[in-house]
Nanobody
Framework: VQLQASGGGLVQAGGSLRLSCAASRSISSIPVMGWYRQAPGKARELVALINSGGATHHADSVKGRFTISSDNVKNTVYLQMNSLKPEDTAVYYC????????????WGQGTQVTVSS
């Protein structure tokens, strides 16, 4: 699967951004999709996951501020980010994962999110 991430940018602390991840195939056939981020000098970390049934998981660091959602008609996964903090600054990557089928695995190209204080 090919993934195209968009929506990053520069925002002041306390602001909001919405990231989008458009998939090249039906996301209802992809068991799990998610958002990860990588800040300079740090390892890539999980931000949020959503499965094909709509269940979600958010990292403790973003819980209550970020929300992952999906639109099966548009084959797009979103990450709504509110109350942004400077420590949210990172390159954000979308991911598709399937334990059983390599056709449903992949990474998007990344989109930069910069939060100024």
């Amino acid at each position: 699967v090919q993934l195209q991430a968009s929506g990053g940018g520069l925002v002041q602390a306390g602001g909001s951004l919405r990231l989008s991840c458009a998939a090249s195939r039906s996301i209802s056939s992809i068991p799990v999709m998610g958002w990860y981020r990588q800040a300079p000098g740090k390892a890539r970390e999980l931000v949020a996951l959503i499965n094909s049934g709509g269940a979600t998981h958010h990292a403790d660091s973003v819980k209550g501020r970020f929300t992952i959602s999906s639109d099966n008609v548009k084959n797009t996964v979103y990450l709504q980010m509110n109350s942004l903090k400077p420590e949210d600054t990172a390159v954000y990557y979308c991911n598709a994962n399937s334990p059983l089928d390599a056709r449903f695995r992949g990474w998007g190209q990344g989109t930069q999110v910069t939060v100024s204080s």
